[in-house]
């Protein structure tokens, strides 16, 4: 993820150009990609999940602990990954089988 002029973009690999975030995830969206969680459950963007094990993030120096909330995520184009923003952690991304729709 790159920012420019203050808004982030997303790097578009079928295509070879930055595109915002949106863009990406309407251009997911018109695959067919589903994210799916832990369980199951199909996650879109916003969606609030929770993590169901602990996870240390690298680069970060912490561990976010099972149980942790997350709020307003965000679907890139492949199927098991997803963008979200945590406290202190910037350019978070969750793999989708280590959390749970709430």
Known sequence: MSTRDGED????????????????????????????????????????VTL????????AGQTLKRGTLIKAIRLTGDAQEIDCRFDGIKGLVLRAEFVRKR
């Open 9 to 48: 973009y997303v790097y578009d690999e079928a295509s070879g150009e930055w595109i915002a975030p949106g863009e990406a995830v309407a251009a997911a969206g018109e695959e067919g990609i589903e994210v799916r969680d832990a369980v199951g459950n199909l996650l879109a963007d916003g969606d609030q």
């Open 52 to 59: 169901i094990k602990d996870l240390k993030v690298k680069g």
